[in-house]
């Protein structure tokens, strides 16, 4: 069993802990709130995806018909 020391504490933690006992830093550079950003990296892009659709649509639509209103 080996000691790690914590890169934001300095705390000799064992290295089959994941995070710092002192201060709760991942010692693996294993960040525990990743699944955290991944979740919000998700539905920032399924509320982005969307707009981005909706947002291209309309400028195509007045792209493509300036002033003429849709046919019958
Ligand atoms: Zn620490």
Known sequence: MALVPCKEC??????EVEICLSCEYPVLGRPKTNWLKGLALLLALL???P????MIQTVS????????????
Do not use: H
Not at 10 to 15: E, I, K, M, P, V
Not at 51 to 54: G, H, I, K, P, S
């Open 47 to 49: 509320f982005v995806i």
């Open 61 to 72: 639509t007045q792209t493509n018909e300036p002033s003429s209103p849709p046919a019958k």
């Open 51 to 54: 707009l981005a659709l909706y």
């Open 10 to 15: 300095g705390t000799l933690n064992s290295s």
